[in-house]
């Protein structure tokens, strides 16, 4: 079984820097693409920043120049530096992993639980 935990959520005054980690475990043949989305209250799930196995990344305009995705294929981990916090970055953060299960070449989405950002005053 695959699991995704994120840590390192938390209260942060606007300006402030905050660092998420998300870290894979179970039983899989290889991860390939791994990003963070968040989702605050009365809004959709978005796309934050996505890293491929390769280390291309992706951001989304809300957050380019503030935040940094990046990724430890050794250990199965994901980060984002969050850096010059907004409150509207106020958001329950989930870490995705697309993984292959087996040789198959089938990929599967997996999310982790959540973990809360709030950037207030």
């Known amino acids: 079984q695959v699991q995704l935990v994120e840590s390192g959520g938390g209260l942060v005054q606007p300006g402030g820097s905050l660092r998420l980690s998300c870290a894979a475990s179970?039983?899989?043949?290889?991860?390939?693409?791994m990003g963070w989305y968040r989702q605050a209250p009365g809004k959709q799930r978005e796309l934050v920043a996505t890293?491929?196995?390769?280390?291309?990344?992706n951001y989304a305009d809300s957050v380019k120049g503030r935040f940094s995705i990046s990724r430890d294929n050794a250990k199965n981990m994901v980060y984002l530096q969050m850096n010059t916090l907004k409150p509207e970055d106020t958001a329950v953060y989930y870490c995705n992993g697309r993984i292959r299960l087996t040789v198959m070449v089938v990929f599967y989405d997996y999310w982790g639980q959540g973990t809360q950002v709030t950037v207030s005053s």
């Open positions: 179970g039983s899989f043949f290889s991860i390939n693409a």
């Open positions: 890293i491929t196995s390769g280390g291309n990344t």
